[in-house]
């Protein structure tokens, strides 16, 4: 099955059960994941549901995760905002 491309309106995927970290801001203020059915992730914003849903394959949502638990990325978040 081929993606659908980077940037598709959310609205235009097939439905999808829409995930979230449990840490996300009451307010919406998340980054939400899904599983395509062709096997992709699709990456949207909670604020805007409807708005553009960025396509990434497994290996590259994969690699994001596994660089954001090594602290990768730390140095983009405030102090104040990060775990012991």
């Not at 659908?4 to 829409?18: D, F, S």
């Not at 949207?44 to 596994?66: K, Q, W």
């Amino acid at each position: 099955m081929q993606q659908p491309p980077n940037g598709v309106p959310a609205t235009e995927l097939p439905p999808m059960r829409w995930l979230k970290s449990r840490r996300s801001n009451p307010s919406g203020n998340c980054v939400e994941l899904a599983e395509l059915p062709g096997g992709g992730i699709a990456v949207r914003n909670s604020r805007h549901p409807e708005g553009p849903a960025l396509i990434y394959t497994v290996d590259e949502i994969a690699a994001f995760v596994l660089g954001a638990r090594d602290g990768d990325f730390d140095h983009l978040i405030p102090p104040s905002r990060t775990r012991d």
